[in-house]
């Protein structure tokens, strides 16, 4: 059997491939240096266990809707994003948390600090520390954690997150497996942890599709591979070498949950090519003969885990979330301020319901359905799997279906709404038809009788005033007749979108 350089291989979109390469001839290649063994005394982690919460993207996927607010605070079934971040970090041990962002940080910032969990002397989780750390010249991952290690603020093994991260899985094990690794192994920098899910799970988004080649002994990374398509992966042959088993594994999702020594911030401070978390793992495991440093997996059978890292899968995490798949973090269990005054009651089919929500004849919650507090929904109007913030206005004879209205909108009567996502403060005028994939950024006014055709992305005189790169993004005028006001209808190129 002849191996090329390169081995191609077509592949489903989830299973595991052993291969031994003794059954193969291959050319002889010099052996790899084993990475360094602990020295005497094993490798003692300091007692206060860090994490870092990236609250910047770095992208424009959200845009309109974070031109006035960062994502780490738009609204998930109600709740803020990064709550969920922060109260699965706390979940899993986590006492001291470090938010890193460069947009909104004030908004953020305000946010922890007037929080009865995570701000003052009062809070509630009085076993963890937040700190929010602001740098304005920062555009990537690698830049923030270059600040930070600038900073000197990490002293011991840490979490890297994105502020965007929705989980309930126990990391415990993954945290003991990758200590107990480093007390023989001092340049295993980095855990990465994945999660086994069946090639159809609705939280494979497709850039998180992952293609690893381990070994199956120890879970070390030989390989790292991102595959949007599915289809083919490619991998170098020198991995197979003097190695009796390899596993090629397909079957997994990329949780977005890193466990990192102390030497990660040093390695992004010395290579300025280190853009993301991926950057850092390519580049790690290229040089990983020459540096000694190498990166391992740890695969989770059981919980759940995703970002909501684009306008799919804020759709996909909030179905989840009403669904019940994130337990505990519901809303009918006080989450996220915890004090059962404001929970939500539950119902059948996944209905949350604010206590004070007012129901007129004939209007129906049919399933998957969240109503915030202090809400009005009108006479024969139906709403279906959707999410209604708190102070909303929904007037007679409307169909409401996958369709996330924020806190503070009006829709007047014998108004259609499907699949969009209308921020605070809108307002739609009687008998007006929003398509899916509609965006509305703060404050917009459309109707009545106004017609949004599928992808309209409407903007107030506000953000348009905040909008200054022309070159990314190209804007033209949109009349509303009946209110003689302009708002601004956003063209987002492809490839931010």
Partial sequence: MKLHSRLHQQVSSAFIIHINPKIAPMASQPKKKPGKEGKGEAFKAEDVLQAIIIADSFNERFKPITLQTPRALLPVANCPTIEYTLEFLASVGVQEILIFCRAHAEKIRSYI??????????????????????????????????????????????????????ANVDLQPALDAHRQRRTVERNSVMTVVCRQVASRHPARSLEDQVVLTVEPANQRILHFQKSPSGKKIRFPTEVLDNRD???????????????????????FTDNFDYLTRDDFISGILEHEEVQGNTIHCFVLQAGYTARISNLHMYDTVSRDIIGRWVYPFCPDLGFPSGAGDVAYIYKRHHIYQQRDVQLAMGSVLEENVVVGRGCVIGENSVVRNSVIGNGCRIGANCVIDGAYIWDGCTVEAECQIQKCVIAGGCWIGRGSVVASGVILSYGVRVGPDARLPVGTRLVGKADFQSITDEAEVRCRYWLIPSRSEWVFLLQIPDHIS
């Fill in 113 to 166: 600090q007037s929080h009865a969990k995570w701000g003052g002397k009062g809070r509630r989780h009085r076993s963890v520390t937040v700190q929010v750390i602001v740098s304005e010249d920062c555009y990537s991952m690698g830049d923030a954690l270059r600040e930070i290690d600038a900073k000197n603020l990490i002293r011991g093994d840490f979490i890297l997150v994105q502020g965007d991260l929705v």
């Fill in 245 to 267: 088993d390899v596993e090629i594994r397909c079957d997994i999702l990329d949780c977005h949950i890193s466990i990192c020594s102390p030497q990660v911030p040093p390695l």
